[in-house]
């Protein structure tokens, strides 16, 4: 099964053409299963896939090692166990910043980035912090990925030291512009 990255969109005249050579209508895209949002196309089934596999292979480690070690170990087995499930996984991936169009020195190092598109957070600390959520939501809209899982390794079962985020921009909705004299 192949898995498909985001793909940028360029509108014309209200219709997006996708890269791949389909041309739909957003509302189209939808009914088939994609999600649209501003420069974002995504398999909405075959992301949910792909997240359900990452967290499979997160517990496959959680399981073999157990709580209480470094991030960094996690990290690198959770990239072994990534790459034998025969996905595409880059470790601390450095994603180039912009500020007001000028590029920065600094830039963005993601744990995990799975298939081109999920980033994958990983923590080892007692519980998770609401800052964490806000930092993985940073990333995303950062490095323009659309899902992202934040994931505690420190914790008894790791589905409860596990958290999915989607980009911020994935699901909302579009609203045409009025004038305010209109409203």
């Excluded at 360029?10 to 994609?34: D, M, Q, Y």
């Excluded at 920065?104 to 298939?115: F, G, P």
């Excluded at 980033?119 to 490095?143: D, G, M, N, R, W």
């Excluded at 934040?150 to 079962?157: D, M, V, Y």
């Amino acid at each position: 099964m192949q898995f498909l990255e985001y793909v940028p969109l360029v509108a014309t005249a209200g219709i997006a053409r996708i890269a791949f050579g389909l041309t739909k209508k957003p509302s189209e895209l939808k009914r088939r299963g994609w999600c649209y949002a501003q420069g974002m196309i995504t398999a909405t089934a075959e992301l949910e896939c792909l997240t359900e596999k990452i967290i499979g292979c997160a517990i496959a480690v959680h399981r073999e090692m157990g709580p209480g070690l470094l991030e960094s170990v996690y990290r690198e087995c959770l990239s072994i166990e990534l790459s034998a499930a025969n996905l595409r996984v880059e470790s601390e991936r450095r994603v180039q910043l912009q500020y007001r169009g000028q590029p920065i020195v600094s830039t963005l190092k993601v744990d995990l980035l799975v298939e081109g598109c999920v980033v994958v957070e990983l923590k080892s600390v007692e519980q998770l912090h609401p800052i964490f959520l806000a930092q993985v939501i940073t990333y995303l809209k950062l490095a323009q990925c659309p899902a992202g899982l934040l994931i505690n390794f420190n914790a008894t079962t790791l589905r409860a030291g596990l958290r999915r985020l989607d980009h911020p921009n994935l699901y909302k909705k579009k609203t045409p512009f009025l004038p305010p004299d209109v409203l």
